[in-house]
């Protein structure tokens, strides 16, 4: 109802490609394999309720730590913005190893939660707009 079968979007590529980007999500069926075609704006909305969230940690040196609720990833620096811009960039290269080797890691138990933190990451392309969306909230040392 919904699907187009693989021959279909082959022999019709080009209407295929124009109705997922312009129109709505194609459903691909091929055997036993269905694939979503989607535009990039859609993939970004679908991926927009994920933010990310870190504790903030006040250092008995006056440095900020800054702990991910989301993914494993603690860092520090003298401010909580130095420490932001750090954990915005250890976000994005987490998410660049992840997709590099996404069969391993989205077949890890304790890692396949992470799959649209690293998708929202890799939309956003950018320390500072990842930056833009991690909420800090005080933790306790």
């Not at 913005?81 to 391993?104: C, G």
Request: aromatic share 10%; with cysteine; hydrophobic share 35%.
């Amino acid at each position: 109802m919904y699907t187009v079968s693989a021959t279909d979007a082959r022999k019709h590529w080009s209407e295929v490609i124009d109705c997922a980007v312009r129109e709505r999500p194609t459903f691909i069926k091929r055997t036993r394999d269905c694939v979503v075609l989607a535009n990039e704006a859609l993939f970004a909305e679908l991926l927009s309720t994920y933010t990310f969230s870190a504790q903030r940690y006040d250092e008995n040196d006056g440095s900020v730590t800054l702990s991910m609720n989301e993914l494993d990833i603690v860092e520090n620096g003298p401010t909580e913005e130095a420490a932001k811009e750090a954990l915005s960039k250890a976000i994005l290269d987490y998410a660049t190893d992840y997709y590099n080797d996404f069969s391993y890691w989205s077949g890890a138990p304790n890692r396949r939660r992470h799959i649209p933190y690293v998708l929202r990451a890799l939309m956003l392309n950018d320390i500072h707009r990842i930056g833009e969306c991690i909420s800090c909230r005080t933790g306790k040392n």
